[in-house]
DNA sequence: GTCTATAGGAGGATAGAC
DNA sequence: GTCTATCCTCCTATAGAC
């Protein structure tokens, strides 16, 4: 999956192209554009395994061999796709929670689990709609053994900010407690983000999935109660 | 993945074999058995599309036609290891929950949830190994879009009964709130018996997934105080 | 019930023309 | 950068002997 070998010496990818200037009229949308918008939906619907390298050429418009010119390898797609939404997914959230830090008179814990869950919530809701698509590829992956990796590899760093932030608001606790709680509270957000419409089944319509405000309001609640408890929890146990 | 075209007449699945009686030494693992462990494990890792059936039958040390002979297809193997171990996972906490009820002086969401989530880590902590790759697979599947009919058909009813349970506790909440906070609870508890090891690299050692003690004391409180939490705030919202 | 053998096709990846 | 053509491995599944 990911890749470790660095076999191939020259990488072709992005280069410039040799043309003295850019043409007139250069608005086609690119083929490693296509590649990785039809890999994020078919990936994020199917799992890697699920999809192959001819089905995603044939979604994007392109020819198979693009994959492997463009990305180097089927593995290099996927890759690649989850790369290009992590820089900015990582950058927003250490913003945000930066400027609620900045702004806030006393930090408590559901500001900083707010901080950290709006941007995700703001993109699936208003961003472009491959955000829905790539929190699913996301989640998928992070209940994965072999997604251990690709996960801490692009959102880890992330995640230490947080636990910073919640240090500050639960000066007295372990951060151990802080990492346990915060897992709980991953795990909560990516079924939430998933796209998978269980709840709606499982309450006959009564919740809905994507109603992503009321997931907000509610997560928000039930993650900051659940921090709150479990730390409380703790101290009373005289654990530690 | 989820078949429904009955289409061959007659499945030869578990026909007695036509010998007079037992005979009399007649303790070999059979072959059945075999291919459902070894899928179990291999599914667990890589996922229904990350495996081939020759992985299973050289896993299992038979034959790739048993599969066929037995299961009709790779899909109706899967289906076999998610069936095996779901009939008796509902059937502990249905009891779990029932007995909780019986027993109870007053009916709390820390007893609820308790009763709920304590057969799964049990089994974990003390069933036969299996049952670790068992909630592995389950927890890949529950955040995959086509694994929705799979978890509803095999769990959907034992959630109710807990609902159920919870509506006691809680008596004048939502049930839609229920639902919401349900939701939370199953994506926290799915990434902690997920056997992926993420707070461990996250925490650099400070947590340890395996340990399931740690994961059920602290879950508990966790998801009570983060239904208390929800309900609370649902409550003095006004909103219902 | 279990094996051998094979059908029949789809998979990832590449060479080389344009 | 893009397409055509192709390599060759590996897949699911079945037929039929034992």
Redesign the pocket.
């Given at each position: 999956m990911t890749q470790i070998d660095p076999k191939?010496p020259a990488k072709?990818?992005?280069?410039?192209?040799?043309r003295p200037t850019s043409s007139p009229a250069d608005i086609?949308p690119?083929?490693?554009a296509r590649l990785l918008d039809a890999a994020e939906t078919l990936f994020a619907q199917r799992g890697f395994?699920g999809?192959?390298?001819?089905?995603?050429?044939a979604a994007a418009?392109?020819?198979?061999?693009?994959?492997?010119?463009?990305f180097?390898?089927?593995?290099?797609?996927f890759d690649a796709v989850l790369e290009r939404r992590a820089r900015p997914l990582v950058a927003a959230r250490r913003e945000s929670l930066r400027d609620y830090v900045a702004g806030a008179r006393v930090v408590t814990v559901e500001g900083a689990v707010a901080a950290f869950i709006n941007p995700m919530i703001d993109f699936s809701l208003h961003g472009d709609p491959g955000w829905k698509r790539y929190f699913a590829l996301v989640a998928q992956i992070d209940n994965t053994p072999w997604g251990g990796e690709i996960i801490h590899r692009y959102f880890d760093d992330n995640v230490q900010e947080l636990i910073d932030v919640l240090q500050c608001a639960l000066p007295g606790s372990p951060k151990r407690e802080l990492y346990w709680a915060y897992n709980f509270l991953a795990g909560s957000m990516m079924l939430a983000l998933s796209g998978t419409e269980r709840v709606d089944r499982l309450s006959a319509g009564l919740c809905r999935a994507k109603d992503l405000e009321a997931v907000r309001l509610r997560l928000l609640n039930y993650c900051a109660g659940g921090f709150l408890a479990m730390v409380t929890a703790e101290r009373l146990s005289g654990r530690a």
């Open positions: 191939s072709p990818r992005q280069r410039k192209s040799s086609r690119k083929a490693p395994h999809v192959t390298t001819r089905q995603v050429a418009g392109v020819d198979v061999a693009l994959i492997y010119y463009h180097e390898s089927k593995s290099g797609l």
